[in-house]
T-cell receptor, first 112, second 119 residues
Framework: EDKVVQSPLSLVVHEGDTVTLNCSYE??????LLWYKQEKKAPTFLFML????IEKKSGRLSSILDKKELFSILNITATQTGDSAIYLC????????????FGQGTRLTINP | DARVTQTPRHKVTEMGQEVTMRCQPI?????VFWYRQTMMQGLELLAY????????DSGMPKDRFSAEMPDATLATLKIQPSEPRDSAVYFC?????????????????FGQGTRLTVV
């Protein structure tokens, strides 16, 4: 069974801190790994990673994939209260036509 | 501004009633996912379609849930009869896979969700 595991499940830090969120996976026929941010409503897309070792960056957020060790990390530097959200990791995988399988998410709270 | 549209946004119903949730995927997208999100389970994949054909609905309780795509602009998720444990937010997402292989070429775009409460 395809599995995506995120850690930690919950994290509380102070504004300005740097955080690292983890996502590990065990799936058949891996295609890509995606990170989403969910605030009050629908998840919004952050990154799609398909190749190992290539960092994707967007402002204070960055992410990298390790296909050998089957994990990805999402880094947020100089955190702000607006970064508070649930961060979801999803893997596109499966036999035949691929599907998106999500992890449990990491609930990140940034305190002022 | 292309977006996935879900209706209704909120639904409160009594146990035993039929519930139908609708989703309009982004025009041109050929892959549609249905997810259920709860605090306990996170985002669970219920079913998904490629080019309107159901590919995997193993995440759905078959006795009460059904998912269909009557046409390329509409996906439906039906629960009959509904139970209190079905209370959750139901998300629809769409994406695009092109070419011979099944790989997605875009990320999945999510609708705003339907918050279902079964009392």
């Amino acid at each position: 069974e395809d599995k995506v595991v995120q850690s930690p499940l919950s994290l509380v830090v102070h504004e300005g801190d740097t955080v690292t969120l983890n996502c590990s996976y065990e799936v058949t026929n891996f295609r890509s790994l995606l990170w989403y941010k969910q605030e009050k409503k629908a998840p919004t897309f952050l990154f799609m990673l398909t190749s190992s070792g290539i960092e994707k960056k967007s402002g204070r957020l960055s992410s990298i994939l390790d296909k050998k060790e089957l994990f990805s990390i999402l880094n947020i530097t100089a955190t702000q209260t607006g970064d508070s959200a649930i961060y979801l990791c999803a893997v596109e995988a499966g036999q035949g036509a691929q599907k998106l399988v999500f992890g449990q998410g990491t609930r990140l709270t940034i305190n002022p | 501004d292309a977006r996935v549209t879900q209706t209704p946004r909120h639904k409160v119903t009594e146990m035993g009633q039929e519930v139908t949730m609708r989703c309009q995927p982004i025009l041109g997208h050929n892959t549609v996912f249905w997810y259920r999100q709860t605090m306990m389970q996170g985002l669970e994949l219920l079913a998904y379609f490629r080019n309107r054909a159901p590919l995997d609905d193993s995440g759905m309780p078959k006795d009460r849930f059904s998912a269909e795509m009557p046409d390329a602009t509409l996906a439906t998720l039906k629960i009959q009869p509904s139970e209190p444990r079905d209370s959750a937010v139901y998300f629809c997402a769409s994406g695009l896979a092109i070419g011979q292989g099944p790989k997605m070429n875009t990320e999945a775009f999510f609708g705003q969700g339907t918050r279902l409460t079964v009392v």
